[in-house]
């Protein structure tokens, strides 16, 4: 089956989205990710969907459910590269993913985690 | 029957075309249809000769039916000059008054040869009367077209001029607007910013909207999916220009902006942008 590589960076996950999503693959990705940040104990989550040419309500569901349950996992979650088509169809659908976070690509997702990171010191992260 | 008889019409132009030319010049220039700041007197003149050659090939052809492809020729050529009138700032009477002013000089040949024959006269100015009003109305209804085709063109150009994107700094792009935001603007703004965006990688972005005269719920909702979109693309958006008129209307309206940052000036949302961005403008120490 088809499966949503997920690279471990660090304390980081690396998600890349080379392919067109499907409603099963995202469910798979929701699985698949949920295990491996409980599993490697992530700090965060970069998915990244500049290849993503194609939203749909589902599709942008997942993205909200996924970074939602990271933030339960305790891994802050950065949704970058997204096109400016892909953005205008998202706010024109009414999912503006409100509690996600997002960055431009992927080095600026990579600072914002870290910069997170360093400022929750004193927070819950503390281990 | 009806053939012959327009034939005559068009013999009649035929042999007087040149007094003919010269009476409508008369009735034109009378008629103050010559704009001396649009039009030179030389070039009129060309123009209504050229149409009445065709005109009279038109007569010559068919007769009466100005629809028919016999005066494909004379209704391009009123059509072209409809348009380029149009262009340079004729009103549409002064447009149709090119085809009007030909009544009397072709009624008045009309009447000098059929001087004995009441039917015949009264049926070939009908005939002509027909034909011509058709012609006038085609230009004016050309006229129009023309202009609509300006005011359609300005909408496109005013759209795209008024979206301007500018950098104010590395990462810092700034959105002034001007006029209405209706939701095709919107559209516009919104995926310009978002390109920008992407060309620049900026991280802020400051819309002001000190030139937008109102602001409805319409609008706010506009400039909410703009900074919802920019958000998602990773940028921030601060609202700025807000006046305090606007800022009462908010209120009222029960528009939440609690999300968007939003300054009164333009140069506060600067400062904020600097700030963010872990710049600073310091004052220049003179020694």
Redesign the interface.
């Known amino acids: 089956m088809e499966r949503i590589p997920i690279l471990k960076m660090g304390d980081c996950l690396l998600v890349t989205i080379q392919v067109d999503m499907h409603d099963r693959l995202a469910m798979t990705l929701q699985e698949d990710l949920t295990e491996k940040i409980a599993h490697t104990r992530a700090r965060g989550v970069l998915i990244d969907i500049s290849a993503l040419e194609m939203v749909d309500s589902f599709i942008g569901r997942m993205l909200s459910f996924i970074a939602s349950m990271a933030r339960v996992l305790d891994a802050r979650t950065v949704v970058v590269g997204m096109r400016p088509a892909v953005a205008i169809t998202l706010v024109e659908l009414g999912l503006p993913l409100t509690g996600v976070h997002t960055a431009l690509n992927v080095e600026k997702g990579m600072e914002l985690i870290r910069a997170d990171d360093q400022g929750a010191v004193n927070g819950r992260r503390q281990a | 029957m009806r053939a012959t008889d327009r034939s005559r019409l068009a013999d009649i132009l035929g042999r007087n075309e040149d007094a003919i030319l010269s009476e409508w010049m008369r009735h034109q220039l009378a008629a103050g249809t010559l704009r001396p700041d649009l039009m030179k007197e030389d070039a009129l003149r060309n123009e209504s000769r050229r149409f009445l050659g065709f005109f009279r090939q038109g007569l010559e052809r068919d007769g009466g039916d100005p629809r028919g492809p016999a005066w494909q020729e004379a209704r391009d050529a009123l059509d072209q000059i409809s348009t380029t009138r149009a262009r340079l700032g004729y009103s549409p009477s002064e447009t149709a008054t090119f085809v009007f002013s030909l009544k009397q000089p072709l009624f008045d040949r009309l009447r000098d040869e059929f001087r004995d024959d009441p039917e015949t006269l009264t049926k070939e100015l009908w005939g002509l009367n027909v034909i011509l009003d058709h012609l006038g109305l085609r230009t004016t209804e050309t006229y129009q077209k023309a202009r609509e085709d300006v005011i359609r063109r300005q909408q496109q150009d005013l759209m795209e001029l008024s979206t301007p994107v500018v950098q104010l700094w590395d990462g810092i792009l700034a959105l002034p607007l001007i006029g209405t935001l209706d939701s095709e603007r919107t559209?516009v703004v919104?995926?310009s910013l978002?390109?920008r965006?992407?060309e620049t990688?900026a991280?802020i972005a400051i819309i002001d909207i000190t030139g937008v005269p109102t602001v409805d719920t319409l609008v706010a909702q506009h400039l909410l999916?703009t900074v919802?979109?920019?958000?998602?693309?990773?940028?921030d958006c601060i609202i700025s220009g807000i006046r305090p008129q606007i800022a009462q209307t908010i209120v009222h309206l029960g528009v939440d902006l609690a999300d968007v940052i939003t300054k009164a000036t333009l140069a506060d949302a600067f400062a904020i942008a600097l700030r963010r961005a872990k710049l600073a403008v310091t004052p220049q120490v003179v020694s």
């Open positions: 559209q919104m995926e978002l390109n965006i992407v990688g991280s999916k919802a979109a920019a958000r998602l693309m990773g940028a």
